[in-house]
């Protein structure tokens, strides 16, 4: 396994600092009593209204759920440890715990579902939308773009082989529409979308401000649908996040520009501007943009982190449908961070370096980390080998900096 040999290197051997109490999300406390919300939102709410609390009462922690393992375990210096132990149990959960619950995210462009499992787990849902081989129309904006359910499945398992660790873990599912969606929901607005097309197929489109309507609906064959199934983060209520303007932000617009694609010295002002202007924030925005980049993600233009850190944590890297669809471009504005600020973490250099060489070669080790989804194949061969060929670029613009 290349994957097992890439993870006993020394460079994913780098200790993070010592965990503090004051570093851990939750400090769980057995004398405090949840109850789950029954208005249909499926959100843990606190008697005491406290935000740094577990739903754990008095249960030992070796009883508790997966994904609430998961949550204890989030701290200041990453979402979950390289070697957890937890990771395949989770995911395995993902992928086949019982659906009790279907309803539909509210917001966002396009279709999502909020599924809820027995043990009070609960997992984001996002159904396949375009077959594997399928890539975006070069006309397409980005910001038109279809989200694809294998790209978040990509998205988790190359985040953690660049050793960020910044993406819930994400696993594929096969789910039958009728019994898992439909039969189950209390979305009156979701139930009311369901349809037979003409080809004797179960299809929803559900309500959202872009692709909800009859001529995008999503179809099974003839109930069965594939998706992604992310573990959700903590209710909000429990553990507030933060929201953040990405500076390299696009400007959304068909014609107009944003201000980094017009002013070469952009990079000096962030530097000037809070929380960049101290601490390791924008070196982490420069590895966002890496991950970005190697998915030819155009899409990133906010990122979160948990509140109770403050500036001083790692930046969540959610929402990575619109990465991957797109093969044969390479689109190089999105390593605009890095080539303005000439700015890179050593440790991710050296890992990128190493994911270059053929002992570890990066198109290797994702092949290998998806062949174990339910849904493998989950990337077109394509897609791998524009990897390499994008880890080169970057590499390439890392020696431009350094030449300078």
């Known amino acids: ?27 769980v406390n057995p004398m405090e009593k949840f109850t789950l919300r029954s208005s249909g939102s499926d959100e843990w709410v606190s008697s005491s209204k406290a935000e740094t609390l577990l739903p754990t ?17 989030i701290n200041r210096y990453e979402l979950y440890p390289r070697q957890d132990p937890l990771l395949p149990r989770l995911l395995q959960d993902l992928a086949t715990q ?46 038109s773009d279809f989200e694809r359910h294998n790209a978040e499945i990509a998205a988790f398992h190359l985040d953690r082989i660049l050793d960020f660790r910044r993406i819930p873990p994400v696993s594929g599912r096969l789910v039958n529409i009728t019994k898992e969606i439909r039969d189950i929901t209390t979305d009156k607005k979701l139930a009311k979308t369901f349809f037979i097309s003409p080809a004797g197929n179960i299809c929803f489109y559900g309500e959202c401000s872009y692709y909800c309507s009859t001529e995008h609906a999503i179809c099974g064959k003839p109930d069965r649908l594939e998706g992604s199934m992310a573990a959700l983060l903590p209710d909000k209520t429990l553990a507030k996040r933060r929201s953040w303007r990405s ?5 959304y617009h068909k ?24 601490g390791h924030r924008l070196l982490d925005l420069i590895d966002m943009t890496i991950l970005d980049f190697l998915m030819g993600n155009m899409d990133r233009h906010h990122y979160e982190t948990f509140e109770k850190f403050g500036n001083d944590t790692f930046l969540l890297h959610l929402d990575n449908g619109r990465g991957f669809g797109t093969h044969s471009r390479d689109e190089l504005s999105i390593l605009a961070p890095l080539q303005q600020c000439c700015s890179i973490k050593k440790s991710t250099y ?51 900096c350094l030449d300078r």
């Open 350 to 400: 050296l890992r990128l370096q190493l994911l270059a060489t053929q002992p570890y070669r990066l198109s290797d080790l994702l092949r290998e980390a998806l062949a174990a989804d339910p849904l493998s194949p989950i990337l077109a061969e394509p897609h791998l080998w524009a990897l390499d060929r994008r880890l080169g670029k970057v590499l390439v613009e890392v020696g431009h």
């Open 57 to 73: 009462g008095k249960t030992a922690y070796d009883t508790y759920p997966t994904w609430l393992k998961f949550h204890v375990g």
């Open 255 to 278: 014609s107009k520009k944003a201000e980094w694609e017009l002013n070469p010295n952009y990079c000096a002002r962030v530097r000037e501007t809070p929380p960049y202007d101290r």
């Open 1 to 27: 396994s290349k994957l097992a040999a890439l993870f006993e290197h020394p460079l994913y051997k780098i200790p993070i600092p010592e965990v503090t109490e004051k570093d851990k999300l939750f400090v």
């Open 98 to 143: 019982r659906i009790i619950s279907s309803v539909q995210k509210s917001g966002g462009t396009q279709l999502k579902l909020i599924m809820t499992f027995p043990n009070y787990g609960q997992a984001l849902f996002k159904p396949m939308k375009q077959t594997r081989d399928q890539e975006t129309p070069v006309d397409f904006f980005y910001f």
């Open 247 to 251: 500076p390299w932000r696009r400007s």
